[in-house]
């Protein structure tokens, strides 16, 4: 399943937007957003994200 961004946790740092290799995670208005899509399960932004906002959906 697609990996999703709790927008209520996400800090707008942008460190996931940096490790994705599909740039699938752009940044949103309240939150970076994971474009389902591209997204292809690889977890490296969950690994990346400080503050764990980043989950499988
Ligand atoms: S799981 Fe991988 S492909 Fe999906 S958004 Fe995170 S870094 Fe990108
Ligand atoms: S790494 Fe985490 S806190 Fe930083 S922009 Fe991505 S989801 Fe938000």
Known sequence: MPHV??????TLCG???EV??????SEG???YVIDPE??????LCTE?????AISEQ
């Open 48 to 52: 990346e994200c400080p503050v764990e």
């Open 29 to 31: 208005e309240d939150a």
């Open 15 to 17: 460190l996931c937007a």
């Open 20 to 25: 994705c290799p599909n740039d699938a995670i």
């Open 5 to 10: 961004i709790d927008a209520s946790l996400c």
């Open 38 to 43: 591209l997204c292809t399960d690889c977890d």
